[in-house]
């Protein structure tokens, strides 16, 4: 079971990491029954893929889950890790393109 994890985290890493290249925020807007959590990839510098940062919202209240200077992707991966493990927990999730981020 780790090793498929693995796999998966590596698929994902590798599949997201071309997105990283375009270097535009977006977010996965997740819900379930009257809620709405919000996962925020953020690029710090426009024209690089690094640095950039995670932001969870849940409950009017923002958390910085995850941050990368290094490692290209690896914000991307932890960002759709997490919309999967909502999406396991039966929350409906949507990655949105472009957000105006702040």
């Known amino acids: 079971m780790k090793y498929a994890r693995k796999v998966m985290i590596l698929l994902t890493v590798l599949g997201y990491s071309s997105l990283a290249l375009a270097n535009e925020n977006y977010r996965y807007e997740c819900h ?4 709405t959590n919000t996962i925020e990839v953020d690029y710090l510098l426009r ?9 969870y919202f849940q409950n009017s209240t923002e958390e910085t889950l995850w941050y990368a200077h290094y490692t290209q992707g690896y914000c ?5 890790e997490l919309a ?3 999406k ?8 949105i393109p472009n957000p105006e981020i702040k």
Do not use: T, V
């Open 32 to 35: 379930s029954k009257q809620n």
């Open 88 to 95: 396991a927990k039966g929350w409906q999730c949507k990655r």
């Open 76 to 80: 991307e991966a932890k960002a759709n």
């Open 84 to 86: 999967e493990n909502l």
């Open 47 to 55: 024209e690089k893929p690094l640095p950039c940062e995670i932001k």
